[in-house]
């Protein structure tokens, strides 16, 4: 090269920062991700041990009685579970309940055994969750030289349990997703004190709210969403309380200029109906359909048109608690808006 020939300033500090690009890329840093803001929230309550927390509408979700874990997107879930594996980066929100005689004795094990398997473990820091004490120990896993996850879990003592909070990501989104986690853990709420001999599967007293885009209305706070299929429809929200076949659903569609009536009239014919009736629903007129939807469980359907689309409400409720059941769902049913 002739060391007379002067390149301009300009080209040499674009080299630069295209050197330090690479360089940085070469070197398996983590990417600058957007801080994420929590956006619309559903509760999602356990079914037996009865804590709430919110994570963000429209996450995937695997749940069992004791065991709840939110996704932020499909497939991630396996990445947890295979971070060297062929599966998109992102982030969990995660509740597991430990049964244990001993809570602070298996929250030392646990994270004795997360040292032992080579994970980086903070300084553990006192932390307030739902009016109770615990400890947040954040953490670092390196599971190769370009994979890293980090997170925090968070272990409360409660009498012969320990709740154990997780938020975790991967490559940056920890970081980016923290006002999501922050939000979703202040949200946490213990069980309240049961009614002492109802049973616990029967709907809530307690109600909760969906604020939906074409409908809102009251639930009881111990029904949990279940990320039903839209399909054609033009919104569908399902819940599902402590027995998985008692549940409060709507699906509204295309009226295609049929009233209420005849919306109804097509639909009746489908379901032997052990009887038939009239309701009002937001103020406006609904007909109703009821029949046995298997041996044990009763089903009713609303059906009510607005602006050309039909509202069909369904309800199904254990056979045997029927007047339990309806109680509270005749509160459901009032306090339904359409808009």
């Not at 001993?102 to 094990?109: L, N, S, V, W, Y």
């Not at 009881?220 to 819940?239: D, F, M, Q």
């Not at 699906?251 to 009887?275: C, H, I, W």
């Amino acid at each position: 090269m002739n060391a007379n020939v002067r390149i301009p300033a300009g080209i040499i500090i674009l080299f630069m920062c295209v050197i330090a690009v690479l360089g940085i890329a070469g070197c398996g840093g983590e990417r600058q991700i957007e801080p994420v803001k929590p956006g619309e929230m559903e509760t999602y309550r356990d079914p037996v041990y009865g804590y709430t927390l919110q994570y963000p509408k429209g996450w995937t979700q695997s749940t069992q009685v004791g065991r709840a874990s939110f996704f932020n997107a499909q497939e991630v879930d396996k990445k947890f579970l295979d971070p060297n594996g062929p599966f998109p980066d992102g982030v969990v929100i995660a509740v597991e309940i430990i049964s244990t005689k001993t809570p602070d004795q298996e929250r030392t094990r646990i994270l004795d055994e997360m040292t032992k398997n080579g994970f980086v473990l903070a300084k553990p820091e006192p932390v307030s969750v739902g009016g109770k004490q615990g400890q947040r120990v954040a953490y670092t896993g390196q599971w190769s030289k370009s994979t890293k996850e980090a997170g925090q879990y968070i272990y409360i003592p409660s009498d012969t349990l320990l709740y154990d909070i997780r938020f975790a990501g991967f490559a940056g989104m920890y970081e980016a997703y923290k006002q999501v986690f922050d939000a979703s853990l202040a949200s946490f709420q213990f069980p309240k004190a049961a009614v002492p001999g109802r049973d616990p599967t029967l709907p809530s007293e307690t109600m909760a709210e969906y604020n939906g885009k074409l409908f809102s209305f009251q639930y009881p706070e111990n029904y949990n969403s279940t990320n039903a299929p839209k399909g054609n429809n033009e919104e569908v929200y399902e819940l599902r309380g402590g027995r998985q076949d008692c549940s409060i659903r709507f699906d509204v569609f295309g009226a295609k200029g049929l009233t209420a009536e005849k919306a109804f009239d097509q639909n009746k014919g489908k379901y032997r109906a052990s009887s038939t009736g009239k309701a009002t629903v937001a103020g406006l007129p609904a007909y109703t359909l009821t029949y046995a939807a298997s041996r044990d469980v009763d089903r009713r359907f609303y059906f009510v048109v607005k602006n050309d689309k039909v509202y069909r409400i369904t309800l199904d409720w254990f056979r045997p608690q029927r007047d339990d059941y309806l109680a509270i769902y005749e509160r459901v049913i009032a306090s339904v808006k359409i808009k």
